[in-house]
């Protein structure tokens, strides 16, 4: 168990929908990250945070977007929702170490029909 | 831009030695980790390497060549709970500075057989 945790676990929705992503860090970690892993693919970096602020972007597409809040959690919102962004969405987090050595969380499967 | 490359597939026995291989191409580089995927899992942290030479943390050893671009992650004595997929990242700094993104490859997919 890493300590980070991810809600909900798998997902089902529908072309056009929203969702939202939850992740809460390990204790005491301010770096939040968030990745998108299709079938068979590497892990896509989305966003970091660090306490709040969004600090690098990958690829993420303008329908995504991801905040921080005071509490440290995080949450990835996705919009008008495409066959394609079916995927395994995985948060991970970091602490003084720095972003090297990161904790995943278990991840969230999401199934766009 | 940044660009990774390790093989695709590896294939190797019970007992034997594998040695998966990474090259990275980046634009800024701090330091090469290795993660581990179980199918359905989530990755785990399995070694770090900054500088040139070899790390090792048990069964398994990292290896950074900074001139070449160049690391392998070694794993000896294998057993079959070493089938997974296996990760190659590169630190890439972030638009702030300071707080570095990780770079991910595509991934090896070990097999141990028996």
């Known amino acids: 168990d890493s300590g980070v945790t991810q809600t909900p676990k798998h997902l089902i929705t529908a072309t056009g929908q929203r969702v939202t992503l939850r992740c809460s860090p390990r204790?005491?970690?301010?770096?939040v990250y968030w990745y998108q892993q299709s079938l068979d693919q590497g892990l896509q970096f989305l966003i970091q945070?660090?306490?709040?602020?969004?600090?690098a972007k990958g690829n993420i597409l303008e329908r995504f977007s991801a905040q921080q809040f005071p509490d440290l959690h995080s949450e990835l919102n996705l919009s008008s929702l495409e066959l394609g962004d079916s995927a395994l969405y995985f948060c991970?987090?970091?602490?003084?170490?720095?972003?090297?050595?990161?904790?995943f969380g278990p991840g969230t499967r999401l199934t766009v029909t | 831009g940044q660009s990774l490359e390790q093989p695709s597939e590896v294939t190797a026995v019970e007992g034997a030695i594998v040695q998966i291989n990474c090259t990275y191409q980046?634009?800024?580089?701090?330091?090469l980790s290795w993660y581990q995927q179980h199918d359905g899992g989530a990755p785990t942290f399995l070694s770090y390497?900054?500088?040139?030479g070899l790390e090792e943390t048990g069964r398994f050893s990292s290896f950074l060549s900074r001139s070449d671009s160049y690391g392998y992650l070694l794993l000896q004595e294998l057993q079959m709970k070493d089938s997974a997929s296996y990760f190659c990242?590169?630190?890439?700094?972030?638009?702030?500075?300071?707080?570095?993104?990780?770079?991910f490859g595509a991934g090896t997919r070990l097999a141990v057989h028996p």
């Open positions: 991970a987090s970091s602490g003084n170490q720095g972003a090297y050595e990161q904790y």
């Open positions: 204790s005491g970690d301010l770096s």
């Open positions: 945070y660090y306490n709040g602020e969004e600090r």
């Open positions: 980046t634009s800024g580089f701090y330091g």
């Open positions: 390497n900054a500088l040139d």
């Open positions: 990242a590169v630190r890439d700094e972030g638009f702030s500075g300071g707080y570095n993104k990780l770079i």
